[in-house]
């Protein structure tokens, strides 16, 4: 794609940057949220619960930001498909920078009772409808404007997005974490989620300087928006709907056992500190993103479908010898359970935004993607930090975490060789008559 002029649309430079920088601060928003729940939000919003039920309380909330994200994808798919996708990018980081914001600026139970926890969750539905319109919408305004063979790659920058946030998210908490529990509690968890309000601007910023896609345009240009895409979605592609969204489980189930579990097994079970687990974890994002960039460029090369198969079998491969990794309580074993696990995490993101957007029609395509991977996210990063703490405290082992872990990663290897993706995917056909 060249670099463009006046009339050529935003540079390419500009398309991936958008992509990039707006999930980056959406999943920053999404992340420390997680981070919280693992290590403060049992004790300030869930004080009446014993330690081990308030941690499933606090995950219990993190989980809902999860319920929300399919019915966001609906919603801001919907939108997308008709009006375009660059205006739903920059309503969803408002909404999830907002939202953020106001969460480090919550009271606690001690101060006003059981509103606190309910002001939680409510502000956690808000992240979540947001998020889950935003990473389809960031997938489309780049792998749209790419050609076919370059999509895997282009969609590869909003799939940095979750690795950066994760890291960014984590280094917020690294930074307070060092401070008396006291201070900690009392302030010191609010300063990641103030610090949001900053990155909205700067994310606004750099969206606006969008324009839509080529393949939205060319469905405008041939009268062929859907008046109900979700509707005309599961008409005509139910196949792949179904599959796409039990293909998505296994890069959360996989990330959220490791930066949202494991800072509670970690310390709780495994006696590591919480600033050595917090940059273990830190570290390992800059290698899931080193292996995103591998595996986008080798989906072009050899095809987004075979490099997510690879991806997906590793994933359902690793559990087992992870979790014996990190029971060693030696941080270097921990800390290559970590790599590894982020290298398996790389290889189905950096495969997945070129594999989906090959999938679905273009007049139904935010939604399809959207949906998809929302749901895969509901099923396998919003049960899994919830499912592991209850089969813990139920068996004291982490035999059970691993094979539940491993059964996620099954099912999507098992569904991803079924998914049957498009020939002709800048072909746009007019819309049917209503």
């Known amino acids: 794609m060249a670099e463009s002029g006046n009339n050529a649309g935003p540079s ?65 798919g919907h939108f997308g498909d008709r ?47 947001a998020v889950g319109g935003e990473w389809g919408g960031a997938v489309l305004i780049a792998t749209e404007h790419a050609e076919p063979r370059q999509r895997a790659f282009y969609g590869s920058f909003a799939q940095f997005g979750v690795p950066i946030g994760v890291l960014t998210s984590n280094l917020a908490f690294l930074a307070v974490s060092g401070m008396p529990d006291d201070s900690f509690n009392s302030w010191g968890w609010r300063i990641p989620f103030l610090l949001s309000i900053v990155l909205i601007v700067v994310g606004i910023l750099v969206r606006a300087r969008l324009q839509d896609t080529h393949d939205f345009a060319k469905v405008k240009q041939q009268e062929g928006v859907s008046k109900m895409p979700f509707g005309e979605l599961v008409r005509k592609e139910p196949r792949n709907l179904v599959l796409s969204c039990l293909a998505s489980i296994a890069p959360p189930a996989t990330g959220y056992m490791v930066i949202v579990y494991m800072l509670n097994y970690g310390t709780q079970a495994a006696g590591f500190s919480r600033p050595t687990l917090l940059t273990l974890i830190l570290l390992s994002t800059l290698v899931w993103i080193v292996a995103i960039v591998f595996a986008a460029v080798a989906a072009d090369r050899y095809g987004a479908k075979k490099v997510y198969v690879l991806g997906a079998l590793t994933a359902v491969v690793w559990p087992f010898p992870m979790f014996a990794l990190v029971d060693t309580g030696n941080w270097v074993a921990a800390g290559v359970a970590f790599f590894v696990a982020a290298i398996v995490q790389g290889i189905m993101s950096g495969a997945q935004g070129g594999l989906f957007t090959e999938l679905f029609d273009a007049r139904f395509r935010y939604s399809g993607i959207s949906i998809a991977y929302q749901m895969g996210g509901m099923i396998g990063g919003a049960l899994t930090p919830i499912v592991a703490t209850s089969l813990y405290a139920a068996t004291g082992s982490s035999g059970p975490l691993a094979l539940y872990l491993t059964a996620l990663c099954a099912v999507t290897l098992v569904t991803v060789l079924g998914l049957r993706t498009r020939t002709a995917l800048t072909a746009v056909k007019p819309a049917p008559a209503e």
């Open 12 to 76: 390419r430079r500009t398309i991936l940057t958008a992509s990039l920088v707006g999930t980056s601060i959406e999943w920053y928003d999404y992340y420390i949220f997680g981070t919280a729940a693992a290590l403060v939000f049992g004790t300030l919003f869930y004080p009446q619960f014993s330690p081990a039920a308030g941690t499933i309380a606090a995950f219990g909330t993190f989980a809902m930001g999860f319920i929300a994200r399919p019915l966001g994808a609906a919603l801001f």
């Open 83 to 129: 009006l375009g996708r660059k205006s739903m990018l920059v309503i969803t980081l408002v909404i999830t920078g907002g939202a953020t914001f106001c969460i480090g600026l919550l009271p606690t139970y001690a101060a006003i009772g059981l509103g606190a926890p309910l002001l939680l969750v409510g502000l956690r539905l808000l992240q979540g409808l």
